[in-house]
């Protein structure tokens, strides 16, 4: 079973910073794409960054020069340096796996963390 733990919320000022983990586990021999989403109170669940296997990056608007995702293959995390934070970043942000392929051959179109929340608030 696969298994992903996101850490590194909490609480920010407006202009500060903060770092976001996920760890993959599971007997995972590759994963295609890694990401980040978010959902703020009230509002669908969005795409922040994702991150292929090979390295290519896509951002959402909103975070573009602000956010860097990156990745670490053979530790099968994938991080999001989060700058220059703002209140409307405030949201629970969720990892997700896509295109996971384990020992055994067993494959999982995606996986999802349980979240860790964000708050940008003075």
């Known amino acids: 079973q696969v298994q992903l733990v996101e850490s590194g919320g909490g609480l920010v000022q407006p202009g500060g910073s903060l770092r976001l983990s996920c760890a993959a586990s599971?007997?995972?021999?590759?994963?295609?794409?890694m990401g980040w989403y978010r959902q703020a109170p009230g509002k669908q669940r969005e795409l922040v960054a994702a991150?292929?296997?090979?390295?290519?990056?896509n951002y959402a608007d909103s975070v573009k020069g602000r956010f860097t995702i990156s990745r670490d293959n053979a530790k099968n995390t994938v991080y999001l340096q989060m700058n220059s934070l703002k209140p409307e970043d405030t949201a629970v942000y969720y990892c997700?796996?896509?295109?996971?392929?384990?020992?055994?051959?067993?494959?999982?179109?995606?996986?999802w963390g349980q979240g860790t929340r964000v708050t940008v608030s003075s």
């Open positions: 599971g007997s995972i021999v590759s994963i295609n794409a």
């Open positions: 997700n796996a896509a295109g996971v392929v384990t020992l055994g051959s067993y494959r999982y179109l995606e996986v």
């Open positions: 991150i292929t296997s090979g390295g290519s990056t």
